[in-house]
């Protein structure tokens, strides 16, 4: 069975600057999840969906991020403008349902200069 | 809303020896306890958890960990340490009840095993 899959597993931007990254979860897990990493820190969930709706997104800085999972499917997580304090790496995390455990992706590392 | 405090930040150890890795969580209602562990440049992977039933859990590769309500702890212990246990480890916490999975993590143990 194939893990989470996340893209790109780096990448390095301008403050200002825009950028999105992809996950595709484990088939057939309704549940998504994004997490937020900062460099000595646990992770942080940032938004969770049930197939394409959202389920819980307190802790999303709505002003500059955003995410989608059309379909149910695969999801996208963006943030415009990117900040300094940006820089983390954004782990993505599926499930079969909400209370079953979560299997997590390899994370994208994000630098923002 | 629940917390979780990973006491020690970094655990050196030689091989062979004994660990424990400690997790202290707070809570008003009743909760699911994990542990995960992060091995360089991958994500996180299930290493055990407590839902109910025994207090006392374990794992494929001999980490094992006991809930003491009482202590509010879920503390992790491996009674001898391999070189590739090296690795940082958190410790999670869900609320029972909670409509959604969220996970409250810690900050994260980093074990260090010296030959």
């Known amino acids: 069975e194939a893990g989470v899959a996340q893209s790109p597993r780096y990448k390095i931007i301008e403050k200002r600057q825009s950028v999105a990254f992809w996950c595709n979860p484990i088939?057939?897990?309704?549940?998504l999840y994004w997490y937020q990493q900062i460099l000595g820190q646990g992770p942080k969930l940032l938004i969770q969906?049930?197939?394409?709706?959202?389920?819980?997104d307190s802790q999303l800085p709505k002003d500059r991020f955003s995410a989608e999972r059309l379909k149910g499917v695969d999801s996208t997580l963006k943030i415009q403008p990117a900040k300094l304090e940006d820089s983390a790496v954004y782990l993505c995390?599926?499930?079969?349902?909400?209370?079953?455990?979560?299997?997590f992706g390899p994370g994208t590392r994000l630098t923002v200069l | 809303a629940q917390s979780v405090t990973q006491l020690d930040s970094q655990v050196p150890v030689f091989e062979e020896a004994p660990v424990e890795l400690r997790c202290n969580y707070s809570?008003?209602?009743?909760?699911?306890l994990f542990w995960y562990v992060q091995y360089p440049n991958q994500g996180l992977q299930l290493l055990l958890k407590?839902?109910?039933?025994?207090?006392l859990v374990e794992s494929i590769n001999g980490f094992e960990a006991e809930f003491n309500k009482s202590q509010t702890s879920f503390h992790l212990r491996k009674p001898s340490v391999h070189i590739s246990d090296t690795a940082e480890y958190f410790c999670?916490?869900?609320?029972?009840?909670?409509?959604?999975?969220?996970?409250?993590f810690g900050g994260g143990t980093r074990l260090m095993v010296k030959p």
């Open positions: 995390a599926s499930s079969w349902d909400r209370s079953d455990t979560q299997y």
């Open positions: 088939s057939g897990h309704a549940t």
């Open positions: 969906f049930q197939n394409n709706g959202v389920v819980d």
């Open positions: 809570s008003s209602v009743s909760v699911y």
């Open positions: 407590y839902l109910s039933g025994s207090t």
């Open positions: 999670a916490v869900r609320g029972v009840f909670d409509a959604g999975n969220m996970l409250t």
